[in-house]
């Protein structure tokens, strides 16, 4: 067996059960939860009564189920689930920073993620430097003594790029600054506190949940950590309130046990894909090719059997190719002219006009992401090979392959 960690193997051993002996845990559906003792409800507040639940907020048992599962698949000591991916984001980052701290951030990230450094933080006075994350001495040369923190998406929205997280990990440990890792595009495929980061967020909205029938999100980190954000004094969850609804947590949950399955098809789906865009000389990106310029340091991070993931980001160059070429597929049963990834359909939208429009177009050209750029989220198709064909159909009718 391989050296490499295996989320597959730890969520598929993590055992909850329900109170009559179900093998799903029971659902709690309730705000707040009675005491028999007075002096028990005042330990709790103090978060000094060990198990107790006081108020959903808080903590919900269904919603401590899911974090707990979830931290065994990162590795990490604990978790806290959260309304949508953005809240934990967010969460984190406001709790990591004070006012008058500085930020070190990828370019290239989810334009909501973008938007809120590049516009919101400024009101609490955090001063935020957006780097080429691949340049690791462009990293380096940000550090200032107030940087808190380096965040970063394992690979990035829309591009692609694969950020070096041993190595950005290493450079900011050496300064006391804590790395953050948006891991929503690999779970299962990176572990990123295994390769060293601190916290590790997710929009479970995407792949794992999959079943895009609802938005939510989760913060992987440290005992620690967990228990300052949720803390009734000044946790940044506790106080701001971005929880998990505990029925979604337990249908979230559930979906959780095939996570792996579903990752290894997409990543099946979309090498076969990029493999004959590759062919008919299609350009595109996609981290699984061997002339991806992270290609090699993907495979020194990955963890072993899950595959490179299903998103590929074709340039169409401008967006008057990509637009005819997006409602084409869409009425051809490729798949939804949608945003969002992770479904069992495929799914596909003009970055620039949709998940990145956050980012201004002088920013858009400096990072590379090209007016045409369809990012592909490759679903489960069982037959990938017809997939390909009308796809290729599509291509050839508007005359788009050179
Ligand atoms: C969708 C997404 C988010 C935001 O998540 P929501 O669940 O929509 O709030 C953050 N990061 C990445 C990489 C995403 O794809």
């Given at each position: 067996?391989?050296?490499k960690?295996d ?5 598929q ?11 799903n ?7 707040t939860?009675t005491?028999?003792?007075e002096?028990?409800?005042i330990?709790a507040?103090?978060g000094?009564a060990e ?5 959903s ?9 899911l974090a ?22 967010t969460t984190?980052i406001l709790q ?13 990230t ?5 938007a809120?450094l590049?516009n919101?933080v400024k009101k609490?006075n ?8 691949s340049?690791?001495?462009s ?5 200032k003594?107030?940087?808190?923190l380096?965040?970063?998406e ?5 591009m692609?790029?694969?950020?070096d ?5 290493k ?5 006391g600054i804590k790395?953050?890792i948006d891991?929503t595009?690999t779970?299962m495929i990176l572990?990123?506190?295994?390769l060293g ?17 609802c938005?939510?999100g989760?913060i992987c980190?440290s005992?620690e ?6 803390n009734?004094?000044?946790?940044t969850?506790?106080l701001l ?5 505990p029925?979604?947590?337990s249908?979230?949950?559930k979906?959780?046990g ?7 098809q ?6 076969y894909?990029a493999?004959r865009f590759?062919?008919?000389g299609?350009k595109?990106?996609y981290?699984?090719m ?5 290609h090699e340091?993907m ?6 059997g899950?595959g490179?993931?299903?998103?590929i980001a074709?340039?169409?160059e401008?967006?008057?190719?990509a ?5 084409m597929m ?6 939804y002219?949608a945003v ?6 495929t799914l596909f939208?003009?970055s620039?006009r949709?998940t990145?429009s ?7 050209a400096?990072?590379g ?6 990012r ?5 198709d069982?037959d990938?090979?017809k997939?390909?064909?009308?796809i290729?159909s ?9």
């Amino acid at each position: 067996m391989s050296k490499k960690y295996d989320p597959a193997t730890a969520v598929q051993r993590v055992e909850q059960f329900g109170e009559f002996g179900g093998v799903n845990p029971s659902i709690t559906d309730s705000a707040t939860y009675t005491f028999m003792h007075e002096n028990v409800m005042i330990d709790a507040f103090a978060g000094e009564a060990e198990g107790c639940f006081l108020y959903s907020r808080h903590w919900n048992p269904s919603n401590k189920y899911l974090a707990d599962a979830l931290a065994t698949m990162e590795g990490t000591e604990s978790a806290w689930v959260t309304a949508s991916g953005m809240a934990a984001i967010t969460t984190a980052i406001l709790q990591l920073c004070n006012a008058g701290d500085h930020i070190i951030t990828s370019v290239t990230t989810y334009g909501g993620t973008f938007a809120f450094l590049k516009n919101y933080v400024k009101k609490f006075n955090i001063d935020v430097t957006f780097v080429n994350i691949s340049d690791l001495e462009s990293i380096k040369n940000a550090i200032k003594p107030n940087t808190k923190l380096i965040y970063t998406e394992s690979v990035t929205n829309p591009m692609l790029q694969v950020s070096d997280i041993p190595s950005i990990s290493k450079i900011a440990h050496k300064h006391g600054i804590k790395v953050l890792i948006d891991n929503t595009f690999t779970p299962m495929i990176l572990s990123p506190f295994k390769l060293g980061a601190d916290i590790v967020v997710y929009s479970m909205t995407k792949f794992i949940n999959g079943k895009n029938d609802c938005v939510a999100g989760a913060i992987c980190a440290s005992e620690e950590f967990i228990n300052d954000i949720s803390n009734v004094n000044d946790g940044t969850a506790m106080l701001l309130g971005p929880v998990l609804d505990p029925l979604r947590s337990s249908s979230i949950l559930k979906n959780l046990g095939t996570l792996h399955i579903r990752m290894t098809q997409h990543g099946k789906n979309a090498l076969y894909l990029a493999n004959r865009f590759k062919e008919i000389g299609l350009k595109f990106n996609y981290p699984g090719m061997t002339d991806h310029p992270q290609h090699e340091l993907m495979n020194s991070m990955m963890n072993d059997g899950f595959g490179y993931s299903g998103i590929i980001a074709i340039d169409l160059e401008t967006a008057e190719r990509a637009t005819p070429f997006m409602e084409m597929m869409q009425e051809r049963g490729v798949g939804y002219h949608a945003v969002s990834l992770g479904y069992f359909k495929t799914l596909f939208s003009n970055s620039g006009r949709s998940t990145s429009s956050e980012v201004p177009v002088e920013i858009q050209a400096e990072m590379g992401l090209s007016p045409g750029l369809v990012r592909f989220s490759v679903g489960l198709d069982h037959d990938i090979e017809k997939t390909f064909d009308i796809i290729k159909s599509c291509l050839d009718e508007l005359k788009l392959l050179k």
